[in-house]
């Protein structure tokens, strides 16, 4: 029954006290200290128990797997476009073609990502027939294929350094991501459109955004070390008289029937779109 | 002015007539004028204040919190033109739509439980006695009409305002208008001017303590005076109910909990620079984990449940306060006759042939097993047939014997059931052996005696039957029959006469001699002219047949009721108005004094001592009197309450039934008490919990109890108890299962915080678990069967026995919860590695997971995943932590069935609703999984079918683990593992 008064503030403050701190019988927080020991030793033995069967448990998960494949991959049967540089802000290049300062990263984060693509750093790649599917099933080491710097011309960064944004013809490199056993089918290649006509003029490295058939499939990080994914170079050249405006961009990857470009979803599967600005 | 009007004017002024009352038609216009005499009933909290209560009650403001967050963030979100803002404007529709959804649920529950406490009150509505038509009728009192003539007598409540006419030591309770605590006296006489001081008005809701009146109805419904004083209609409090507050305390733990995490975690991730924003959708997802949003839905249901299978066994309970009290009794006070008895007189021994011979008492007899071949039976069965003047009343040839309604006291109606039940048609037999002559019973004979022609034509004998106080039978006896023969009576065979006389009277029974005598032919023929006021015939040197003795026999539920409660902690003391010694055989025999144990008389008797010199310690029972507990000081009544086990208070006065109860308090002891009379409503209020008789009670009684028992049996008392524990009992189980999810659900927010990995389990999965899968088996634990022990504890400890207390929410929280949060972790690895996400790859990811521009994510094998791969994933991760919960929780389910008993003691199948719990839980998650599973926003993704056995050994685990807690808890009663273990 509810018929007790309620308890004055002093009265309830002191029973606070004496809950924390019992000094009669010694008890904290309604514990003594051997309790509060035993308690927590119960804890330490319980969570250690639980914590050992979970190392346990994921070790034996982790024995499962192969270090080479992943047991499933069919959350990605079909890759996605991705550009570089790729802007902080979404997806939008913002440059002055006379500012240098304007677009250094850009220049920057182009240079470093083709670092990989050196000559120096191909010794090891081998040259393959290229139109053709490149299966190595059989062999234990897996030979990557070269991807000559010298296919991307005008956008390899050797002629102009600045990989055209100081000429108003800025260079975006499209790759195809990663995807261990994809063989695509067909002749895939990197299309590219603007939606405002005659802004822009788009040419391709290697000539039709072509991506050879030679590069695929990939097998994995630990099988394929040196494996180098190959690149399609997009220049853009604007027009000057669409400078200041925001051009946008969309590439496709066309001509293969097993590379999905329409996903309603993934607005980034085998397609990717971006925006240009440049000032002068 | 009624009051100081003649009979005669009041007659002409009401149009009525003091002898034949109204007229039904006149009554009936009446009515349609006045309306029913009933007050308004005080103005209810509007509909809708009670519907806005239960949308801002409990856990509802958190979810609006979370709600309103959500809104401000999708708001913050726009406002900044991110790319997905709609997801958390959806999130704040779901909470909102989840508030509103268990809002209206608990809206209708209450609505429902309050139907159904109404309907308990109109199943007892109050009746008065009229005079209509020149009839007296029993009306329901709502049907009464100014001008009615009513009659009133002790006990009853007065259905209207009345002015009386005639009365007979009336007197009033008129406390609930007056505020005086006396009765006070009603006449006839005007003796006041001020209606309220004169005596010759008795007011509407006051009650009639003693005597008997009759009065003409002056006032009804609202224009009575206690209609007019309106403060007192509306002025019933409503006060707390002990479940209400455990359910607060529960709701302010939770709640505690919820914000106290979610606060800390709010401060460490803006400390660990997150942003703002995310962080109150952190704060979010926390509380949307904490709160157990099905629960009070649950145990709103739990509690109709009761409701109804309490009123099922008898036990109508005006509030659920009561049942919940009733579960933590600790003493019954228990009246006898009626209660513990069944409120009738029946034959239990027969004596003859210098043997004592047992007849069966029990409620449904339909034939007597002793021995009745001997030629004395014969003989004792004509007298008990033929010297009886009870009658059945006509019109009652189908039902049992036992069930007929007889005309006559309450011995010659037992020896009348008892003859019917072993001739049968006794009124036939009587017929045949045609009475000629008798002297009824009275207080100076001490004998009741007929004279018979036989049913033998041959013999024109006269018989002549008596029966009466057996030692005023036997002075009339020269002779005794033996085997049908008779015998001189000497001394031997008075002696044995004796003996069971003895006997059958030490087992308080009412004992009954019955002799006869054939009369000479020669002496009285045909035509003798027999005159029983000159009594010329002969009342002596009669032939002494045999005895009857007759009790009131317990009730055959009763023993096993009193054991149940014996070992359940409960005392039962007994308390009734008859002798000692019939209290004491009849203690006995329902095992309110157990086979063993003795009173100080018993012991002094055993001893050959006085009473005097008798250690009183080792009398474990005790029989007071009426008259001892008057002189009694409140210390020594408190000595026998405290020192005996088993009391019987014999001869007492209902007054003393108060005293005792005060005494009982007085221990520390719950108090139930039982009571019919007016006298005993003090009593029962003072109680814990009143108990008022059904059929016996009066409607003071009523009014006054907290429980009516529809069949006055004690045994539905302790169904009463038991019901009240198992409430209890698996209201702490349903508590226990819905907490423990939570923690699986939470840890999920603070691992992804803290360790930055993928989001583990989205806020709508989490609603999908607390409103989808888990709600029909927490509902399903309160169609648990009650485990071995409930009756076998001691009552609950109302300030101690908390409904949540800390061992349950640290053994679901702690242990159980974590156990389940390893399993679903596990789970969530899995599905992340195999699809290449390594669980070292997913420390720290969460920034560049979540970032919508990066969609070129590497994973453990070198792959590269765009966004929406990734969400897809998470997604999938959802799926599979949510199976995984709802796995484990299956093993949570089986582990609540029971606190202690193992559960195979309690039997995998024996509640069958926990199936449905279980498959229902499962075929959710699979529809939710499989059917749902490509509607993008639900987040539900179809799963692997691999996945939902990952966790199968951690619900394994849960099991063994829960087992081996019980078996430690059975095994060491008291030890640290009970103390600590059990909830």
């Not at chain 2, 139907?115 to 038509?133: E, G, H, Y």
């Not at chain 2, 019954?332 to 008492?361: E, P």
């Amino acid at each position: 029954m509810s018929k007790e008064a309620k308890k004055p503030f002093r009265q309830s403050m002191a029973e606070w006290r004496q809950f924390v701190y019992n000094p009669n019988s010694g008890e904290f927080l309604g514990r003594t200290a051997k309790s509060w020991g035993l308690i927590l030793l119960f804890y330490l033995v319980f969570y250690g128990f639980l914590a050992a069967l979970f190392t346990f448990t994921m070790w034996v998960m982790l024995q499962t797997l192969s270090s080479d494949i992943p047991k499933y991959r069919d959350r990605i049967s079909s890759p996605g476009l991705m550009i570089s540089p790729k802007p902080d802000t979404a997806l939008e290049f913002y440059f002055n073609k006379s500012d240098a300062q304007s677009y250094a990263e850009y220049v920057s984060t182009l240079r470093k990502f083709l670092e990989s693509y050196d000559d120096s750093k191909q010794s090891q790649n081998i040259n393959c027939t290229p139109g053709r599917i490149f299966d190595q099933n059989d062999v234990a080491v897996k030979k990557a294929c070269r991807f000559n710097l010298s296919e991307l011309g005008q956008c390899s960064g050797k002629e102009d350094k600045t990989f055209g944004y100081s000429k108003g013809t800025p260079c975006v490199l499209v790759k195809m991501n990663r995807i261990i056993g994809l063989k695509p089918e067909g002749e895939p290649h990197i299309h590219c459109t603007s939606k405002e006509e005659g802004m822009v003029e788009i040419n391709y490295f290697p000539p039709e955004g072509l991506i050879d058939l030679m590069y695929f499939p990939y097998y994995g990080k630990s099988l394929h070390a040196h494996y180098l994914q190959p690149l399609v170079a997009v220049q853009l050249a604007i027009n000057s008289s669409s400078t200041k405006e925001e051009i946008a961009i969309e590439c496709k990857i066309l001509g293969s029937p097993n590379l999905k470009n329409e996903d309603d979803r993934d607005k980034f599967l085998g397609r990717i779109a971006f925006k240009v600005q440049m000032t002068e | 002015d009624d009051h100081k009007l003649s009979t005669s004017e009041l007659e002409e002024k009401y149009g009525t007539s003091i002898d034949k009352g109204l007229s039904s038609a006149r009554a009936a216009e009446i009515l349609a004028r006045d309306g029913p005499n009933s007050l308004t009933p005080p103005k209810a909290t509007p509909e809708i204040v009670k519907f806005l209560k239960q949308m801002v009650g409990g856990f509802s403001i958190l979810l609006w919190i979370g709600a309103v967050f959500s809104w401000i963030s999708f708001g913050i979100q726009l406002a900044q033109g991110a790319e997905s803002p709609f997801d958390n404007l959806y999130l704040g529709v779901v909470l909102a739509l989840v508030v509103i959804l268990t809002g209206i649920f608990a809206y209708y529950q209450e609505a429902k439980s309050t139907n159904i406490m109404a309907s308990f009150s109109k199943m007892i509505p109050q009746q008065a006695l009229v005079i209509r038509d020149a009839e007296k009728k029993e009306l329901p009192a709502d049907q009464l009409v100014v001008g009615d003539i009513v009659e009133i007598k002790g006990g009853d409540r007065i259905p209207a305002d009345i002015r009386l006419l005639f009365t007979q030591g009336c007197k009033v309770d008129n406390s609930s208008l007056t505020g005086e605590s006396e009765p006070q006296s009603r006449s006839c006489d005007f003796t006041h001017e001020n209606p309220l001081e004169t005596r010759n008005i008795a007011f509407y809701s006051t009650t009639c303590v003693e005597g008997t009146a009759t009065g003409i109805v002056i006032n009804t419904g609202d224009r009575t005076i206690i209609g007019r004083i309106a403060s007192l209609a509306s002025g019933v409090g409503n006060e707390k109910t002990p479940i209400a507050i455990e359910i607060e305390h529960f709701v302010y733990l939770v709640a505690g909990v919820a914000i106290s995490i979610g606060v800390l975690f709010f401060i460490i991730s803006v400390s660990m620079r997150y942003k703002i924003l995310d962080s109150i959708i952190f704060l979010i997802g926390i509380i949307v984990a904490n709160v157990p949003e099905g629960l009070l839905a649950t145990v709103t249901v739990s509690l109709s449940l009761t409701a109804k299978r309490m009123a099922k066994k008898n036990c109508l309970v005006k509030n659920l306060e009561a049942v919940e009290t009733l579960g933590s009794t600790s003493i019954i006070c228990s009246d006898k006759t009626g209660t513990l008895t069944q409120n009738r007189m029946t034959v239990a021994h027969l004596w003859f042939d210098n043997q004592i011979y047992s007849a069966d008492t029990s409620e449904d007899q339909t034939t007597q097993p002793f021995d009745q071949s001997s030629p004395s039976w014969t003989a004792l069965s004509k007298i008990v047939t033929l010297c009886n003047r009870a009658e059945f009343r006509p019109g009652q040839e189908n039902l049992p014997i036992m069930k007929r309604v007889v005309v006559g006291d309450a011995s010659e109606t037992a020896l009348l059931k008892f003859a019917e039940v072993i001739l049968g048609d006794v009124m036939n037999i009587r017929a045949r052996n045609k009475k000629v002559a008798e002297i009824p019973f009275n207080s100076t004979n001490k004998f009741q005696l007929s004279i018979h022609e036989t049913d033998d034509p041959n013999d024109k004998r006269f018989l002549l039957v008596m029966k009466g106080a057996p030692e005023r039978i036997l002075e009339r006896c020269s002779t005794i029959m033996i085997n049908g023969k008779e015998e001189p009576l000497d001394s031997e065979k008075a002696e044995a006469f004796q003996t069971a006389y003895m006997e059958l009277g030490g087992m308080g029974e009412r004992v009954l001699g019955f002799c006869h005598l054939y009369l000479p032919e020669n002496e009285f023929p045909d035509t003798y002219p027999f005159d029983t006021d000159s009594m010329n015939f002969p009342t002596s040197n009669l032939c002494f047949v045999g005895l009857l003795s007759m009790i009131d026999p317990p009730r055959s539920t009763v023993p096993d009721a009193v054991s149940k409660c014996r070992s359940a902690g409960i005392k039962v003391i007994m308390v009734t108005g008859d002798h000692p010694i019939t209290a004491k055989a009849i203690a006995k025999s329902v095992g309110i004094i157990s086979a063993t144990s003795e009173t100080v008389e018993d012991i002094a008797k055993r001893l050959n001592i006085p009473v005097e010199q008798v250690n009183r310690r080792e009398a474990t029972a005790a029989v007071v009197n009426g008259m001892e507990l008057k002189d009694m000081s409140l210390q020594q009544l408190d000595e026998i309450l405290s020192n005996h086990s088993e009391i019987v208070f014999a001869r007492t006065s209902p007054q003393q039934k108060l005293i005792i109860v005060e005494g009982c308090q007085r221990q520390g002891a719950v108090v139930a008490v039982t009571g019919d009379g007016v006298n005993d409503s003090p009593a029962l209020k003072k109680a814990d919990i009143g108990i008022a008789m059904g059929i016996a009670g009066s409607d003071a009684a009523k009014n006054a109890a907290d429980m009516v028992l529809l069949d006055d049996n004690f045994a539905s008392i302790v169904t009463g108890v038991e019901e009240g524990r198992l409430i209890f009992d698996n209201l702490k189980k349903t508590i226990a299962y819905t907490l423990t999810k939570n923690i699986a659900e939470l840890c999920p927010f603070l691992i992804y915080i803290i360790a930055s990995i993928p989001m583990p389990i989205g806020t709508i999965t989490i609603l999908f678990i607390d409103l989808g899968t888990d709600i029909i088996p927490s509902v399903a634990l309160a169609y648990e069967k009650a485990e071995s022990d409930i009756m076998n504890r001691r009552p609950r400890n109302k300030r101690k026995d908390r409904l949540v207390n800390e061992q349950l929410a640290v053994y679901s929280y702690l242990q159980i919860g974590i156990m389940q949060s390893v399993g679903a972790f596990v789970t969530y690895f899995t599905v992340y590695a195999e699809q290449g996400f390594l669980p070292s790859t997913l420390l720290g990811v969460r920034v560049n997971w979540e970032n919508n521009a990066s969609n070129d994510f590497e994973d453990s094998y070198g792959q590269e995943w765009t966004k929406y791969q990734r969400m897809y994933l998470q997604w999938t991760g959802y799926t599979a932590f949510f199976v995984s919960i709802t796995i484990q929780q299956v093993a949570d389910l089986i582990i609540r069935k029971t606190r202690r008993n193992s559960i195979f003691q309690q039997g995998l199948f024996r509640n069958k609703v926990i199936w449905v719990g279980i498959f229902s839980q499962i075929g959710i998650a699979l529809i939710l999984t499989y059917g749902l599973g490509h509607v993008t926003a639900l987040n539900f993704t179809p799963l692997r079918f691999q996945y939902w056995f990952v966790a199968v050994p951690f619900a394994i685990l849960i099991w063994v683990y829960d087992e081996v807690r019980k078996l430690f808890i059975r095994r060491y009663p008291g030890s640290w593992w009970d103390k600590n273990m059990y909830y």
